[in-house]
């Protein structure tokens, strides 16, 4: 028997709540934001809670950008990484009011376990909003130009090839960690030039706004997501071995203290793949690259 205590009936920082899931996800986001929804019912009875499930790569986009537009909604985005992207760019499209949270129902996670505070329902239930950064993408210029919000990390060469090794490889702990050693082979070292037209021949690049990433690894000591500065995690181009310890010192004891700045550029040389939280793009050669921290940008919870 649920025994229902009284509480708070609507939380004063958003009018509504709106669950944003896909019903084919195979880490069982309908169950999860069911779940939550019946939840949600119970604890905050007169609050308006909807389920908007997805039906298309991008669709969550476009439904957070609608319900952004209006009031100052709380968009919950059942999902991974990716997911939660695409909620986060919908709410920055629709005026940047709503407040944004994930329920955790990915493969990593990342951004769920770098900024948790407290369970998801309670800070619901409370109320409780606090403003975190965000990076900002700008690919290319002028007419040709292209941009899009991470929640946590924009990262090159390593990232995106790890990224598709687990995704094409057997899911769980080991299996995973097999597949990314397995797409070392597949690695090629990229070359940029920075704004000052020095040039540097990289293995990988991370932009960070979080701690954790790729799942397993810890890529930063010092981060912190409202802090108004990225961190930098760059590896030289060096032999696969190398590459290899860097790996698994990040699943171990964490790569340490990073490099802090407000903002990164560079012009790619050649064509080169990116990792957005999670999702993999493709950027074209001699395209100008500028990622740069929008200081509290997002309100959310949890």
Not at 9 to 33: G, T, W
Request: aromatic share 6%; net charge neutral.
């Amino acid at each position: 028997m649920r025994i229902l205590l009284s509480g708070p009936s609507i939380p004063p920082a958003f009018d509504r709540i709106v669950l944003i899931f896909n019903p084919a996800s195979s880490h069982h986001s309908d169950v999860l934001a069911k779940a939550l929804h019946t939840e949600l019912g119970y604890r905050l009875p007169a609050m308006t809670v909807d389920l908007l499930p997805t039906a298309f790569a991008g669709h969550g986009r476009a439904l957070a950008r609608e319900v952004a537009a209006a009031g100052t909604p709380l968009i919950v985005s059942v999902s991974g990484d990716g997911g939660y992207n695409e909620v986060v760019n919908g709410a920055m499209d629709g005026g940047g009011r709503a407040v944004c949270a994930v329920l955790a129902a990915g493969n990593a996670n990342d951004h769920r376990r770098s900024t948790r505070r407290m369970p998801l329902i309670e800070a619901i239930v409370a109320g409780k909003v606090r403003r975190i950064d965000l990076l900002r993408l700008q690919v290319g210029e002028r007419a040709e130009a292209w941009e899009r919000y991470a929640h946590s990390y924009v990262g090159f060469g390593l990232t995106p090839v790890m990224a598709l090794g687990i995704e094409g490889g057997t899911k769980g702990g080991l299996s995973e960690l097999v597949s990314v050693v397995r797409t070392f082979r597949a690695l090629e070292p990229f070359e940029i030039a920075r704004a000052d037209g020095a040039r540097a021949k990289l293995d990988s690049l991370v932009l960070a706004n979080v701690a954790y990433m790729a799942k397993y690894g810890k890529v930063s000591e010092t981060g912190e997501p409202n802090d108004g500065l990225l961190e930098v995690i760059m590896l030289p181009h060096a032999r696969r071995w190398r590459i290899a310890l860097m790996t698994l010192r990040a699943i171990t004891i964490g790569l340490g203290p990073q490099e802090s700045v407000s903002s990164y550029e560079f012009t790619t040389v050649d064509p080169l793949p990116l990792q957005i939280d999670g999702e993999v793009m493709q950027v074209n050669a001699h395209t100008s690259v500028v990622v740069e921290v929008k200081h509290q940008a997002l309100a959310t919870l949890g």
